[in-house]
């Protein structure tokens, strides 16, 4: 199994390798430069999916050497067709928000490079990219707004589809209702004071305003950004978890 494992290695480099050098010496203004372009495409849409795979791969070859069963060989398979199931489901309904192939093209591709540096499981990165393209979230801004939601849920411990629901549900009705600051405060999202400070106002206030409906979407969205911003109680956790034992374990399951 081992020896499998660094054969699949040395093969996934020379495919990269030969890939470097597709179109060497063809100019801008080639009959050929076309499908010089389609295969260097197709290449890196495979590239990102392969890297899921790759992991994918590991996982199942270690956990055959360390339990000396293929019963594990067989769930990877399984997982494989599983995962290859969630890449295609998500790229469809990417390409169905944005209207267009181009840019369901380079989102799907935001999407699978952040799940790859992600702590968080491909399953729940592709869940709550569902829901927030479903909530209205537009097609370009869903791997950013993954990334913030990806940063809150490590700082906090809740899932990201959680967080991932509040925060699409609040997009939906326009404004804030106490309702809504009890469901991320009782998650332990300090929202009431990020609120308050991006608004320049009290908490107390900050109760007045959202009792009479002053409070929506957008000062929600900037309290979410100043927590994962630089100098914010969240920012770049997710980064730094995925770069733990747990977090190498869940990308290793990916």
């Known amino acids: 199994v081992a020896g499998l494992s660094l054969s699949y290695d040395k093969a996934m480099q020379n495919i990269n390798k030969a890939t470097s050098r597709v179109g060497r010496g063809t100019g801008s203004g080639s009959p050929l430069q076309p499908t010089v372009d389609n295969v260097r495409s197709s290449v890196a849409q495979a590239d990102r999916e392969l890297s899921f795979l790759e992991r994918r791969f590991k996982y199942a070859a270690s956990s055959i050497v360390a339990y000396g069963?293929?019963?594990?060989?067989?769930?990877?398979?399984?997982?494989?067709?599983?995962?290859?199931?969630?890449?295609?489901?998500?790229r469809v309904a990417i390409d169905s928000f944005t209207g267009s192939a181009e840019t369901g093209a380079m989102v799907f591709g935001q999407l699978t490079r952040l799940a790859v540096k992600s702590p968080f499981e491909l399953r729940d990165i592709t869940n709550s990219a569902k829901q927030l393209l479903a909530y209205g979230t537009a097609a370009e801004d869903v791997a950013d707004s993954i990334k913030m939601l990806s940063d809150v849920s490590a700082g906090s411990g809740q899932s990201i589809k959680d967080i991932a629901y509040l925060y699409g549900t609040s997009l939906t009705q326009g404004r804030l209702y106490a309702r809504d600051l009890f469901q991320f405060a009782n998650r332990g999202i300090p929202i009431y004071g990020e609120l308050a400070k991006v608004m320049g106002i009290s908490t107390k206030e900050l109760m007045e305003q959202v009792k009479i409906g002053k409070v929506g979407f957008p000062q929600l969205q900037a309290a979410m950004e100043s927590m994962t911003a630089a100098g914010g109680k969240y920012f770049g956790l997710s980064d730094k978890i995925a770069a733990t034992t747990f977090g190498k374990i869940s990308n290793l399951k990916d």
Do not use: H, T
Not at 74 to 88: L, N, P, R, W
């Open 69 to 90: 069963s293929f019963r594990w060989g067989q769930q990877f398979i399984a997982d494989m067709i599983k995962v290859k199931g969630e890449f295609d489901q998500l």
